[in-house]
């Protein structure tokens, strides 16, 4: 991918990759808080540092700007091994069963953590705003400037028409959710935190989703980890983000096999393959067949409004549809004005008169950047394949990335600031275990309505609607 200079400070450079430095710290490569010690004292990442390498004054600059990351453990070393988790199910420590040196109930640790955790998150959600034009100003409240991003939250699905395409107002912002689902939605990033587990983002879809005519890691998936990775990584928990679109085919095939396809350990799955398939059985038997086959039950964050909301009805499965965010993209009338917005806004919306202009500047990505020390003698192409002008280009892709990482920061926040409000950072078990919400979704999803039974069982494979399936998946060329 080629890199240009963005005209306004990046997610990337807000958190500082290289920030990830153990500062004298005795640590393994790990992701993980609790890890075992080693005995050499050497700079290690907890994740993997991408983008382009920034000067010492660049530094400087930015942590004067935004902070940095400053925790240390003093009691890292004598913080319990992570293998104590696989005692209990699904990781669901009782917090009067941690042991006694466990950072989840040191006072004195919580008392720098959870603050310092929560200003990682705020420098976070502020470096997203300001890459769309939206930073600190006195005059606006932060509800204010991320009103592009706002979630709806309603009491109930029942306030939701599920014969019409989703509200306007949602689909161009946050996207929409119902109380019980963010609450679940809440519950499932702490329970990340508090058992140094990970967290993981899995997406189904077709060549739009999966992002044909982009590089890999411009496509949304990617973008949501290039955000992520950092900010989890600070607070113990591995982040990965999955993208598994396929280009031409919907879901149905790779339903069947969804929890062997995409790992048995997602925390958010989602469905985004609209043009390919409409139809609501196979987008029912993609979240239907994961619940029953996977270890983890998934936030069901999904383009299917209908399926997902009808699963949730039926089971209690977390739910909710993402939104795109546009209503905060102001509209270009002439090239004057793309010129004067940030480089993340530039070519996404263009009046009639200059619409040309956006279409030539729909991707950013070349297959291979000319080097000197290097002498081609075989043609290469010169742009990445698959572009269409029905498959959304780069800018496009990290503004539904923006948005979807912006509700997982949402949600960590309120985790964390529910956990620092408690009365002695005693966090209650209730407030964070998943085993009784994943075994309740689990019993009654064989019996939960839903469109799956209708179709398949028609087609003689009704018995993939209700019973977990062991299968192997490959796609091969033509």
């Known amino acids: 991918m080629i890199m240009k200079k963005k005209s306004t400070p990046t997610v990337e450079d807000a958190l500082d990759p290289d920030e990830i430095d153990d500062k004298g710290d005795d640590e393994d490569d790990s992701s993980s808080s609790s890890s075992s010690s080693s005995t050499t004292k050497t700079k290690t990442y907890s994740y993997k540092v991408r983008g382009q390498p920034i000067s010492d004054e660049q530094r400087k600059a930015m942590i004067d700007k935004w902070g940095s990351w400053t925790l240390v453990d003093p009691k890292r070393s004598k913080r319990p091994k992570n293998d104590f988790y696989l005692q209990y199910k699904n990781r669901d420590v009782p917090r009067s069963e941690f042991p ?86 809440v519950r499932t990033v702490l329970h990340a935190v508090m058992t140094e587990d990970s967290f993981v983002f899995a997406m189904g879809g077709h060549s739009a989703a999966a992002g044909h005519g982009n590089t890999f890691v411009q496509s949304y998936t990617l973008q949501i980890q290039w955000i992520l990775e950092a900010v989890f990584s600070r607070l113990g928990v591995k982040h990965e983000a999955r993208n598994f679109g396929m280009g031409g085919l919907g879901t149905a095939q790779a339903g069947i096999a969804s929890s062997y396809l995409y790992g048995t350990d997602v925390d958010i799955l989602m469905w985004d393959s609209g043009m390919t398939e409409g139809d609501s059985a196979s987008q029912d038997l993609f979240h239907r067949q994961y619940i029953l086959s996977a270890q983890k039950i998934p936030i069901l964050w999904s383009q299917s409004s209908y399926a997902t909301t009808v699963l949730h009805a039926g089971t209690g499965v977390y739910a909710g549809i993402p939104g795109w965010g546009m209503a905060g993209i102001p509209q270009a009338k002439t090239v004057e004005d793309i010129d004067a917005m940030p480089w993340a806004v530039k070519y996404l919306s ?59 920061l949402s949600a960590l926040r309120d985790g964390l600031t529910l956990w620092k409000n408690a009365d002695g950072y005693a966090l209650p078990d209730e407030a964070w275990h998943l085993t009784e919400h994943y075994d309740s979704v689990r019993s009654k999803v064989v019996d939960a309505p839903g469109d799956c039974f209708r179709d398949y069982d028609a087609k003689g494979l009704g018995w993939a609607c209700k019973y977990p399936v062991q299968v192997r998946f490959s796609l091969l060329p033509n």
């Open 350 to 408: 263009c009046d009639g008169e200059i619409l040309g202009v956006c279409n030539e500047h729909r991707y950013n990505a070349s297959c291979w950047v000319p080097r000197e020390d290097v002498t081609m003698d075989w043609d290469v192409n010169p742009e990445t394949g698959g572009r269409a002008s029905w498959h959304p280009g780069n800018r496009v892709h990290q503004l539904q990335g923006r948005i979807l990482a912006f509700t997982i």
């Open 100 to 185: 006694s040196t466990a950072w989840q109930t040191d006072i004195d640790y919580l008392d720098q953590f959870l603050p310092e955790a929560l200003k990682l998150v705020e420098r976070a959600q502020e470096a997203i705003l300001a890459e769309y034009g939206k930073d600190h100003k006195e005059e606006a409240t932060f509800e204010e400037r991320s009103d592009m991003f706002h979630l709806e939250i309603m009491d109930t699905w029942e306030d939701l028409n599920y014969n019409s395409k989703r509200p306007p107002e949602y689909m161009n912002k946050g996207g929409l959710t119902n109380k019980k689902s963010w609450e679940g939605f």
